[in-house]
């Protein structure tokens, strides 16, 4: 996945730690597809879109063909923040760090636990 941005890091990470079996329990455990749209500076501005399918197990670059259960759109650094539990994803929602389209209850599954543990980035 080409990209510019350092969260790219962390979602080539989660794809591989989706074909692990604790990736795999957190896909049937969540079910849900996650639309990321992340933006280098500014939420909206020159956006990278990326796809964490947790349905099937994958993480892609581009925007989901379907509707995704919940699309979120946020900095790279403070999507980072949130990934590797350095922000609480409410605190980031509420000032408005994080921007949340789709079902709200779906956005809750959406926590640090489903992500591999950052070894380097």
């Given at each position: ?62 925007p989901y063909d ?56």
């Amino acid at each position: 996945m080409e990209s510019s941005l350092q969260s790219a890091g962390l979602l080539e990470q989660m794809k591989i730690h989706l074909s692990t079996d604790a990736g795999k329990e957190v896909t049937n455990k969540i079910g849900l597809v996650y639309q990321l749209n992340i933006a280098p500076k500014k939420i909206g501005v020159d956006e990278e879109i990326f796809v964490v399918d947790l349905k099937q197990g994958k993480v892609t670059k581009g925007p989901y063909d379907g509707k995704p259960d919940a699309t979120f759109s946020f900095t790279d650094k403070d999507f980072l923040s949130i990934a590797t539990g350095k922000m609480n994803p409410q605190i980031a929602f509420i000032r408005g760090a994080m921007k949340i389209k789709g079902s709200i209850s779906a956005a809750q599954k959406f926590t640090p636990d489903i992500f591999p543990k950052p070894s380097k980035l």
